[in-house]
């Protein structure tokens, strides 16, 4: 057991729960004299003026169960005796005002891009400064502001705040960084004193085209421009330096799995150039991708998936490239190959396997009854929303399990829904 401590440790802090929230929870036992949100972890260390302090609260709350906003959470003394030091890695809040904040969305249903961030935050001062990132906390801002006074402002005006009617919660700390570095002005990041910045890397083609190794995006030489996609900072895990372009994909269901539903799995990763199935082994496949990166991508996120009751095994090939042949499907040319165009976006969106899906590209005239009858065949569907962005309809789909909404997106992605061809994603939202 450990030892009682001033420092007490807090589980099952789900994004909807702020700041406020847990100082209001250990308020009646007596000072708190720092907090710090792990996002990334849904938990939190808060440290007590003492350790008495610290044992009362425990005592109360190991009789009463805690809760916040419907969720309970769950304390212990944290093996910490002191919050002395600030790990920039694990997202603690820094105590000093800086100019610059971090900014984390939550819930986030709608797109949020440089433009949206700087409607929101301008109200309380000169925003120099913007880059936006997706990290494993959600989808992040740093946002630099001309003076600690205006920034100050924004973050005790705006915390907790939603950018849109129940959606999309802003949580914002102070960044340890003294200045922010914009190489771009687009919108994944922007210079608001520089308006001269190019809009994407020098070089880089404004239209994907496809050679026999594929040219979707910049090869792995050029470091930086990979870095754009991402606003400045790739996805934990990656490396960005792969330049193996085919990937081993094995212990695929040779029943249910063909070189179409491989297509619709490792598109979201990256263009796809031509798929093999080896005949001497039923179950493997080789997939290859657009660049090293985007099979980079697709053996990071997939390896380990589960669909149609495999274990998917997925590994950089030894064969540089795919030679055509009967048993080789091209794709290089597909217009169903998603990062022919919005390249940025799409790589944004890149992650694992989750519960949810996407839909877009919808009929006007769909319901929400008809899509579910139209996915239901692959799982237990918990939740459904429909919803109009720009004018066009979308839906989020939400499964019993990661397994099944898999098997959905496989199986249906790219397939005919009332005369329309719908496009399906994975969502990293949690819930609708």
Known sequence: MTDPSKVIHVRNVGHEISENDLLLLFQPFGVITKLV???????????????????TALQFYANVQPAIRGRNVYVQFSSHQELTTIDQNSQTRAEEPNRILLVT????????TVEVLHQVFKSHGFVEKIVTFQKSAGFQALI?????????????????RNIYD????????????????????????RDFTNSALPSEPKGRPSQAGYGDMGAGFPQM????????????????????????CTVLVSNFNTDKMDENKLFNLFSIYGNIVRIKLLRNK???????????????????????????????????????TITTGADTHEYSNSNL????RNAAKNYRYCCSPTKMIHISSIPQDVTEDEIVAYFEEHGVILNTKVFEMNNKKQALVMFETEEQATEALVSKHATTLDASVIRISFSQLHNI
């Open 282 to 320: 039923p179950d493997h496949a080789l997939v290859q991708m657009g660049d090293g990166f985007q099979a980079e991508l697709a053996v990071h996120f997939l390896k380990g998936t589960t669909v149609f009751g495999k274990r998917l095994e997925v590994n950089f090939s030894k064969h540089p």
């Open 144 to 160: 630099q502001f001309e003076s600690r006074q205006s920034s100050s402002d924004a973050r005790n005006s705006l915390q907790g």
């Open 221 to 244: 030489g050029n470091a930086a421009a990979v870095a754009a996609a991402f606003g400045g900072g790739l996805p934990p895990g990656i490396s960005g330096t792969n330049d193996r």
């Open 337 to 340: 190959n998603r990062f022919n």
């Open 166 to 189: 129940g959606c999309c919660q802003l949580d914002i700390q102070f960044s340890n960084l003294d200045e922010l570095q914009v190489n771009y002005n687009n919108e994944r990041s």
């Open 105 to 112: 969305v939550h819930h986030m249903q709608y797109p949020i």
């Open 37 to 55: 949100m792990l996002r990334a972890k849904n938990q939190a260390l808060l440290q007590m003026q003492d350790v008495p302090s610290a044992i």
